[in-house]
C-alpha cells in the first residue's frame, strides 16, 4: 500500500522560510512529486526529485532521501500569492500517489 | 503551447445518470492519467493510459471506464452516478517512455445531486 504524510496546515509571515516535510511508506519507488495548487484550481508542477539531494528552481527547493522515505519543499521569500496548498506526491511506474496537503497561508 | 485541456468546466448530474469528461493532453505527450480529488483531499488515481492502451487501474468500481483515441485525447465515462462522485476530476498529461513529469489540466468540477 501507500502511504503518504504531509502536516495539514502551516502559517507564516511574507518575506519569510518556511518548510513542508513529507515521509512516505509506498510499494515501488520511481520519483517523488511537489505540486502547488490554489483552492479551486488544478495541481501546478513544481519539482520533481529522483536522487537524493537537493533541487533548486529559484525561490522553491526540494530535498529527497531515499532511504530515509523523506522529502521536503522549501519555500524562501514567501510572497502572499504562495497562499496555497501542496501536494507531495510519489510515482511508482505510472501512477502517483498523492498526500493530502498542505494547505501554506502567507500573512502580511 | 496549448496545455492540458478538459471539458466541461463544470457538470451537474442526478444520480443514475451518466456521464462523459474529455481531456486533450499537451500536443507531442502519448500519456493521459485521471485523478479524483474530493474536497480537502490529494488527488485519487483512478487509470492511465498510454498509446491507446490501459497501462494502470486504481481502486474504483467498473462504472469507471475510460479509453484513449488514436490523436491522444482521452474519456472518462462514470455510469450510474452517486452523491459520492462529486469530485474534482483531473486529467494529467505525460510524454511517457520513460520521462515520468505529468502535467495536469483545469479539471472538470462534477456535482451530483
Known amino acids: 500500500g501507500q502511504n503518504i504524510d504531509q502536516p495539514t496546515e502551516m502559517t507564516a509571515t511574507e518575506g519569510a522560510i518556511v518548510q513542508i516535510n513529507c515521509t512516505y511508506q509506498?510499494?515501488?519507488?520511481?520519483?517523488l512529486f511537489w505540486y502547488q495548487q490554489h483552492a479551486g484550481e488544478a495541481p501546478t508542477f513544481l519539482s520533481y526529485?529522483?536522487?537524493?539531494g537537493l533541487e533548486e528552481k529559484g525561490r522553491f527547493s526540494s530535498f529527497l532521501s531515499r532511504s530515509k522515505g523523506y522529502s521536503y519543499l522549501l519555500l524562501k521569500e514567501l510572497q502572499m500569492k504562495d497562499s496555497a496548498s501542496y501536494l507531495c506526491?510519489?510515482?511508482?511506474?505510472?501512477?502517483?500517489?498523492f498526500g493530502a496537503g498542505t494547505t501554506v497561508t502567507v500573512r502580511a | 503551447d496549448a496545455g492540458v485541456t478538459q471539458s466541461p468546466t463544470h457538470l451537474i448530474k442526478t444520480r443514475g445518470q451518466q456521464v462523459t469528461l474529455r481531456c486533450s493532453p499537451i500536443?507531442?505527450?502519448?500519456?493521459v492519467s485521471w485523478y479524483q480529488q474530493v474536497l480537502g483531499q490529494g488527488p485519487q488515481f483512478i487509470f492511465q493510459?498510454?498509446?491507446?492502451?490501459?497501462?494502470g487501474r486504481g481502486n474504483f468500481p467498473d462504472r469507471f471506464s475510460a479509453r484513449q483515441f488514436p490523436n491522444y485525447s482521452s474519456e472518462l465515462n462514470v455510469n450510474a452516478l452517486l452523491l459520492g462522485d462529486s469530485a474534482l476530476y483531473l486529467c494529467?498529461?505525460?510524454?511517457?517512455?520513460?520521462?515520468?513529469?505529468?502535467?495536469f489540466g483545469p479539471g472538470t468540477r462534477l456535482t451530483v445531486t
Open positions: 500536443s507531442g505527450h502519448k500519456s
Open positions: 509506498t510499494s515501488g519507488f520511481n520519483g
Open positions: 493510459y498510454y498509446e491507446k492502451e490501459e497501462r
Open positions: 506526491a510519489v510515482q511508482n511506474d505510472y501512477k502517483l500517489s
Open positions: 494529467a498529461s505525460g510524454v511517457g517512455e520513460g520521462r515520468n513529469e505529468q502535467y
Open positions: 526529485n529522483v536522487l537524493d
